[in-house]
C-alpha cells in the first residue's frame, strides 16, 4: 500500500499520544544534534550539512514514510561513500549522486521491490557494516589523538601510513577529552535515560575543555563559525559527463539508503508489534534524498539508534520523527551559534563509540565458524569495503553470495536413473517393459543444475526406446532446463528414442507450453503420473512395433 503511515496512524489520534510523541521527538532531536554534526565531518563536508540533513530528510521521511517510528538523517555508513565522492567530486558531484540515489529509490518504491531489497544476503551486509565501522574508526584517529595532520588521505592504506608517521604527535589534552567522551557516552545511560548520553558527552566535554580551558580543536577552529540561519535552495549544475560518473555512488548510496531503512524499519516492528510498509518507506527515503542536497544536506536513510531511542521514549507515531525535526531545527536557529565550541576529540570520541557498536564484531566473529562460501563472502564483502570501496564491496559480495546459492541449489537438484534402482519401492509396483528408462529430477531444474543432468544423461549406455523423465519434484523450470528437454527431443529424433514427461506441475507446464516446447514433445507424452507413465511407453513401443514410430515430432 502506497499510503504514508502518518496518515493512518491520525486516525484516532489523542492528546495522550501526542504527548508521549512530544516528548520522544525532543529526545531525539537532542540525540541527533551531536551525531549529525559528527556524521557530517567525518564525511568531508561542514557541520551545517549534517543538521540540515537531520531536519530536512528527517521531516520528510517521518511525514512520507511506510514506518510508525522510524527517524531518518544521516548516518555512520554513509560515511565511507560520502567522503570518497567529496574528495573525488566535490561538494557538487555529491548533491548530483544524492539526488540520483532518490530518484531510484523512488523508482524502486513505485516498482514495488520493497520487499526484494530485504534480501540481502547476511555475510554481506555483516561484511560491509564491519568494514564501515573500521573505516569510520581509523578516519576518527587524527582528532582522537590530537595528530598534527593537516589532512587525513581518503586510501585506507595512505590513510594508516599517515597516521603512523605522525604518531609521535599525540596531543595530550585531545586524548584525554576523547577518552572521557568515550567514558561518560558508555557510563551516562546507567545513570540517567531521560538525558542522551551522547548529549551529555557533548555538553559535559565541551564545558571542561573552555573552563580548564584546554588547547584543544574545536569545529570553530576547524570549520569556521556555523551558519545559525536555514539555507535557500541551491541547484546544481548537471552534465551528462557528470551523471555517467556518479552512476556507480548514486546505485551505492540508493542500495546502501534502502537496505539500512528497511532493516531499521523491521527492527522497529519488532519493537512495538506493527507491521511498516516496505514500498512507502523507499519512497519516502527517495523524495528525502531528493530535496534535501538542494539546501545543503548529505544522503540519508532511516537510523536504526535513533529509531530505537524513539521507541524508548515513548513515540509511536510518526508525529515523534517531525517533533524530531522541529526540535533540531529550533536548536539550530537559536543555538547553532554555540556549536562552533564543540571539541573536535569530542565529536571524535562519540564516533568511535558509534564505530564499535556498528562494528557487530560478535556477529562477525560468529559467522567465521560458519560454511566455508559464507565466511567467503563476509571476508571479501569486509576487506573490499575497508581497502577498496563500498561500492566495489556491494558488487563483488552480492555476485559472490549469488554464486554461492547457485551452486547450493545446483547440489541440491539431484537426477537418477529409476530403472537402475533396484531398492526403488515405486519400480516395483511399476510393470517396466523392455526398451524403457525413467530417470527422475529432484529440485529445481535450472541452470545451476543443467550440467548434473547433461553428465548423467552421458551415462546411459544402450539407447533406449522410451525415455521418461519423471519430474514430479521440479516446481521451478528455466530456461537452461527448457533447451536440456529441446535437446533430449532433438537426439531421440536422431536415436528414434520417444520420450515422455511424467508429473509435470503448474510452473513446468507453463514454461513447456510458452515456449512451444510442449508441442514438439506432444501432448500426449505429457502424462500425469508413472502409471499413465508405463501405459503410454506401450503404446509407443506397439506402435513401433507395426511401423508408427511415435517419435515426437520435428
Known amino acids: 500500500m502506497l499510503l504514508p503511515k502518518l496518515v493512518t496512524t491520525l486516525r484516532g489520534y489523542d492528546r495522550a499520544q501526542f504527548t508521549k510523541d512530544l516528548a520522544a521527538g525532543v529526545i531525539v532531536g537532542i540525540v ?4 549529525a554534526i559528527a556524521f557530517a565531518i567525518a564525511s568531508g563536508v561542514g557541520p551545517q550539512a ?12 517521518s511525514a512520507l514514510g511506510g514506518s510508525r517510528v522510524q527517524i531518518g538523517g544521516p548516518t555512520g555508513a554513509f560515511i565511507v561513500i560520502v567522503y570518497g565522492i567529496v574528495q573525488q567530486h566535490g561538494i557538487g558531484g555529491l548533491t548530483v549522486a544524492t539526488i540520483m540515489a532518490g530518484v531510484i529509490l523512488i523508482a524502486l518504491g513505485l516498482a514495488k521491490m520493497g520487499g526484494v531489497i530485504k534480501y540481502i544476503p547476511h555475510p554481506v551486509t555483516v561484511g560491509f557494516t564491519s568494514g564501515i565501522a573500521v573505516v569510520i574508526a581509523s578516519g576518527q584517529v587524527r582528532d582522537f589523538f590530537g595528530l598534527a595532520l593537516a589532512k587525513v588521505p581518503a586510501e585506507f592504506v595512505m590513510k594508516i601510513e599517515a597516521l603512523a608517521e605522525h604518531a609521535h ?3 595530550l589534552n585531545s586524548l584525554l577529552l576523547a577518552v572521557a567522551t568515550v567514558v561518560i557516552v558508555q557510563a551516562a545511560h546507567r545513570v540517567t535515560t531521560r538525558v542522551p548520553s551522547p548529549f551529555v558527552a557533548l555538553v559535559l566535554t565541551t564545558a ?9 580543536a574545536t569545529i570553530g577552529s576547524s570549520f569556521g563559525a556555523i551558519d545559525a540561519s536555514f539555507p535557500s535552495p541551491q541547484f546544481p549544475s548537471v552534465t551528462v559527463h557528470t551523471v555517467l560518473q556518479l552512476v556507480g555512488a548514486a546505485f551505492t548510496i540508493a542500495a546502501l539508503g534502502g537496505i539500512e531503512s528497511l532493516l531499521s524499519a523491521v527492527v522497529a516492528d519488532g519493537m512495538i508489534g506493527s507491521r511498516h510498509r516496505s514500498n512507502m518507506e523507499l519512497i519516502a527515503q527517495g523524495v528525502a534524498n531528493v530535496v534535501t542536497p538542494f539546501f545543503g544536506g548529505i544522503p540519508a536513510t532511516g537510523a536504526i539508534a535513533r529509531t530505537a531511542t524513539n521507541i524508548r521514549a515513548g513515540g509511536r507515531t510518526p508525529v515523534a520523527g517531525i517533533v524530531h525535526a522541529v526540535t533540531l531545527l529550533l536548536i539550530t536557529l537559536f543555538a547553532g551559534r554555540w556549536a562552533a565550541l564543540i571539541p573536535m576529540p569530542t565529536l571524535a570520541g562519540i564516533l568511535m ?9 560478535r556477529t562477525f566473529r560468529g559467522l567465521l565458524s560458519a560454511p566455508r562460501g559464507d565466511v567467503a563472502v563476509l571476508l571479501t564483502t569486509f576487506f573490499l569495503t575497508v581497502f577498496v570501496d563500498l561500492t566495489v564491496a556491494l558488487g563483488v559480495g552480492m555476485v559472490l553470495a ?4 547457485i551452486r547450493q541449489m545446483g547440489e541440491a537438484t539431484t537426477v537418477r536413473s529409476m530403472t537402475d534402482d533396484d531398492d526403488d519401492r515405486a519400480l516395483r509396483t511399476l510393470d517396466l517393459p523392455a526398451g524403457v528408462m525413467i530417470y527422475e529430477i529432484d529440485g529445481p531444474f535450472f541452470f545451476g543444475a543443467a550440467e548434473k543432468f547433461r553428465d548423467t544423461m552421458a551415462e546411459i549406455e544402450r539407447t533406449p526406446k522410451v525415455l521418461v523423465l519423471h519430474v514430479a519434484r521440479v516446481n521451478v523450470l528455466d530456461a537452461t532446463g527448457l533447451g536440456v528437454i529441446r535437446d533430449l527431443v532433438k537426439k531421440g529424433r ?5 520420450l515422455i514427461l511424467s508429473g509435470v506441475h503448474s510452473q513446468p507446464m507453463i514454461a513447456l507450453g510458452k515456449s512451444e516446447l510442449l508441442d514438439e514433445i506432444g501432448d500426449e507424452n505429457v502424462v500425469p503420473d508413472l502409471d499413465a507413465a508405463m501405459r503410454r511407453a506401450r503404446e509407443l513401443i506397439a506402435l513401433r512395433n507395426t511401423g508408427s514410430h511415435g517419435i515426437p515430432k520435428a
Do not use: C, Q
Not at 549534517?50 to 521521511?61: K, R, V
Not at 571542561?208 to 584543544?216: F, M, S, Y
Not at 563509540?353 to 564484531?361: D, G, L, R, T
Not at 536422431?494 to 520417444?498: A, G, H
Open 169 to 171: 604527535t599525540v596531543d
Open 494 to 498: 536422431k536415436d528414434r528414442t520417444s
Open 50 to 61: 549534517g543538521l540540515y540533513t537531520a531536519i530536512i530528510a528527517g521531516f520528510l521521511i
Open 353 to 361: 563509540v558509534v564505530a564499535y557498536n556498528m562494528s557487530e564484531w
Open 208 to 216: 571542561a575543555a573552555h573552563l580548564i580551558p584546554l588547547d584543544v
Open 32 to 35: 541527533a544534534l551531536p551525531l
Open 402 to 405: 549469488s554464486f554461492l546459492f
